[in-house]
C-alpha cells in the first residue's frame, strides 16, 4: 500500500521496502516477544513521555497526544488483565504494542514514533527496567545487611574459631564473622548505588543513532522519566549496554559473596562442626535417612552463581565485536540480564531468612574455639610483652609449648606452670590470664578487630548507614 500501514504479506511498520513476509525460521530467530514483554510498563511509560514532549513541541497535535495517551492506557490494562494478545509476527514489544494502538486509535497511533527509533527506545525501556531492579536491589541488600547486624549484636561476645586455610586460626566472635558480611554486602549496596548514579541519563531521542532533525526536547522527557539528564551521544546511546554489564557484574560479585556465604553454612550446619542449625523453613529432609536435615536453600544459592557469573559472560561475548552503533547481536541483552535480576533477588531473599531464622549454638561454637591451640599467638604476644623476647623467638618457644600440649594431649592452657617455665624460665603465672579464648578476643582491640567493644563500635557505625 501507498502508505506503508496496510501490508499484511510482509510487515506492517516497513512493508513499503519488503514484498514478501519473513520464513518461519527467520521469524523464530528475530522475535524477542517472548521475553521482551516484560518491558511492557516502561514501554508505555516511554512513549507516553515521549508524545507528550511531541505536542508541546508542536510535533503532534494535543488531541492526537490525547488519544495516544488513552490508547496506551487501555494497553496497559489489556496487558495486566491478561487478555492482550502478543504476536510473534510483531516481533517485539514495541511494534506489538504499536500495532495495537493502531487497532484502537487509527491514524494517530502512526504518529508517536515520529522522532524516535526502536534503537532508542529499545535503550529506554531496557534501562528503565535496569534501573528499578537495581533499586530493587538496594532495598533487599539493605534487609540483607539489617539481618547480620541483628545478628551481630545478639553474637558480640559469641567465642567461635576464626579460621584461615579453613584450620583454626584465632578466637574471634561470630558477630564480627557477621560483621564481615556486613562489610562485603555494603560494598554491593554502595555498587548498586553508584551504578544508578552512573545509568542515570536517558536515551530516548537519540532515535535510530543520529539524533533528529525534529525540534524535540529530551531534557523534558528526561524529566518526565525520572532521569538526571539525557545522554549526550546519539551513537553511543543506542550502541551501549554498559548499565546492563554493570548490572551483571554487581550481581556477579554479590552472587560470589552469597555464595561463600552459603559455603560457610554448609559447613556450619554439618554435624561435625554444628556451629548453628538451620530453621525447618530453610532446610529439607531426606526421603530415605531419617536424621538428615539438608541446607538445600543455602546450597541453591551457592548454585545460582554459576548462573549469574554465566550471564555475565554471556553479555561481555555478545558486545565484544559489534561495531557501533546498533546491532541486532544486542536482543540478546534481556535474557542474561533477566535471568540473572530473578536468581539474585531469589538468593538474597533465601539468605535473608536463612540469617534471620538461623539458631546460633554458642556450646558449640565457644568449644571448637578452644581447640586446635587457638590462643598460641596470645602466648607468643605475651611472651613479647611480659618476658621481652623477640617475636620470633616467642613463635619458637610457643611451638615447643605446642608440641608438648600436643603430646600430652590437652589445651596450652591445661599445660602447668612448671612445664611452661620448663620450656622457658621467663612465663609466670600471669600467662593464664591470656591463654582462655575470651581473654583473647577481648584482647584484640585494635580498629576493626574482633574485641567485642570493636565489633560493638562497627554495629553502631553501620547501624548509622542504613
Ligand atoms: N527487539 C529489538 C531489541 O531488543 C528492538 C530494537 C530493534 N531495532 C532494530 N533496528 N531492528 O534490540
Given at each position: 500500500?501507498?502508505?506503508?500501514?496496510?501490508?499484511?504479506?510482509?510487515?506492517?511498520?516497513?512493508?513499503?521496502?519488503?514484498?514478501?513476509?519473513?520464513?518461519?525460521?527467520?521469524?523464530?530467530?528475530?522475535?524477542?516477544?517472548?521475553?521482551?514483554?516484560?518491558?511492557?510498563?516502561?514501554?508505555?511509560?516511554?512513549?507516553?513521555?515521549?508524545?507528550?514532549?511531541?505536542?508541546?513541541?508542536?510535533?503532534?497535535?494535543p488531541e492526537d497526544k490525547d488519544k495516544i495517551t488513552e490508547g496506551l492506557n487501555t494497553i496497559l490494562s489489556e496487558i495486566e488483565s491478561g487478555s492482550f494478545e502478543f504476536s510473534r509476527k510483531l516481533e517485539d514489544i514495541h511494534m506489538n504494542i504499536e500495532a495495537r494502538l493502531a487497532t484502537l486509535i487509527g491514524p494517530a497511533a502512526g504518529r508517536l514514533h515520529t522522532a524516535r527509533s526502536r534503537n532508542d527506545q529499545v535503550a529506554l525501556d531496557f534501562r528503565l527496567w535496569v534501573k528499578e531492579e537495581l533499586q530493587k536491589a538496594e532495598g533487599m541488600l539493605t534487609a540483607l545487611i539489617a539481618a547480620f547486624l541483628d545478628r551481630a549484636e545478639e553474637n558480640a561476645d559469641t567465642v567461635m574459631p576464626g579460621f584461615t586455610h579453613l584450620q583454626t586460626a584465632q578466637p574471634v566472635t561470630f558477630g564480627h564473622h557477621?560483621?564481615?558480611?556486613?562489610?562485603?554486602?555494603?560494598?554491593?549496596?554502595?555498587?548498586?548505588?553508584?551504578?544508578?548514579?552512573?545509568?542515570?541519563?536517558?536515551?530516548i531521542g537519540a532515535a535510530a543513532l543520529a539524533g533528529t532533525g525534529y525540534p524535540i526536547?529530551?531534557?523534558m522527557t528526561a524529566k518526565a522519566l525520572g532521569f538526571r539528564e539525557p545522554t549526550r551521544n546519539s551513537i553511543d546511546t543506542v550502541s551501549d549496554r554498559d548499565f546492563a554489564l554493570e548490572f551483571l557484574s554487581i550481581a556477579s560479585i554479590c552472587a560470589t559473596h552469597l555464595s561463600r556465604l552459603a559455603e560457610?553454612?554448609?559447613?556450619?550446619?554439618?554435624?561435625?562442626?554444628?556451629?548453628?542449625?538451620?530453621?525447618?523453613?530453610?532446610?529439607?529432609?531426606?526421603?530415605?535417612?531419617?536424621?538428615?536435615?539438608?541446607?538445600?536453600?543455602?546450597?541453591?544459592?551457592?548454585?545460582?552463581?554459576?548462573?549469574?557469573?554465566?550471564?555475565?559472560?554471556?553479555?561481555?561475548?555478545?558486545m565484544k565485536g559489534l561495531p557501533l552503533a546498533y546491532s541486532k547481536d544486542m536482543q540478546e541483552d534481556k535474557e542474561q540480564v533477566f535471568d540473572a535480576a530473578e536468581s539474585l533477588e531469589l538468593a538474597i531473599a533465601?539468605?535473608?531468612?536463612?540469617?534471620?531464622?538461623?539458631?546460633?549454638?554458642?556450646?558449640?561454637?565457644?568449644?571448637?574455639a578452644g581447640s586446635g591451640y587457638s590462643t598460641a599467638t596470645d602466648l607468643a604476644d605475651w611472651l613479647v610483652r611480659e618476658a621481652g623476647l623477640p617475636f620470633r623467638d616467642a613463635h619458637h618457644v610457643t611451638g615447643n609449648a605446642v608440641a608438648l600440649a600436643e603430646k600430652k594431649g590437652c589445651d596450652l592452657a591445661d599445660l602447668s606452670l612448671e612445664e611452661l617455665q620448663a620450656i622457658h624460665p621467663g612465663i609466670n603465672k600471669g600467662v593464664f590470664d591470656v591463654l582462655s579464648v575470651e581473654a583473647s578476643v577481648a584482647s584484640r582491640t585494635s580498629f576493626g578487630g574482633t574485641a567485642p567493644s570493636e565489633v560493638k563500635k562497627q554495629i553502631a557505625w553501620w547501624r548509622g548507614r542504613n
Open positions: 500500500m501507498a502508505d506503508g500501514t496496510d501490508q499484511k504479506s510482509s510487515n506492517q511498520m516497513w512493508g513499503g521496502r519488503f514484498a514478501s513476509g519473513p520464513s518461519a525460521i527467520m521469524e523464530e530467530i528475530n522475535a524477542s516477544i517472548g521475553f521482551d514483554k516484560k518491558l511492557y510498563a516502561q514501554d508505555i511509560r516511554g512513549s507516553m513521555a515521549h508524545a507528550a514532549m511531541l505536542a508541546s513541541k508542536g510535533i503532534i497535535s557477621c560483621m564481615a558480611y556486613v562489610e562485603m554486602f555494603g560494598r554491593d549496596r554502595a555498587r548498586v548505588r553508584h551504578a544508578i548514579e552512573h545509568m542515570d541519563e536517558s536515551p526536547d529530551r531534557h560457610e553454612i554448609v559447613i556450619w550446619s554439618t554435624p561435625q562442626f554444628g556451629f548453628i542449625r538451620l530453621s525447618d523453613a530453610f532446610s529439607t529432609g531426606s526421603s530415605i535417612m531419617p536424621q538428615k536435615k539438608n541446607p538445600d536453600a543455602a546450597e541453591l544459592v551457592r548454585a545460582k552463581t554459576g548462573r549469574i557469573n554465566g550471564s555475565l559472560i554471556a553479555l561481555l561475548t555478545v533465601a539468605m535473608t531468612g536463612m540469617i534471620r531464622d538461623l539458631e546460633v549454638r554458642k556450646d558449640r561454637m565457644r568449644a571448637a
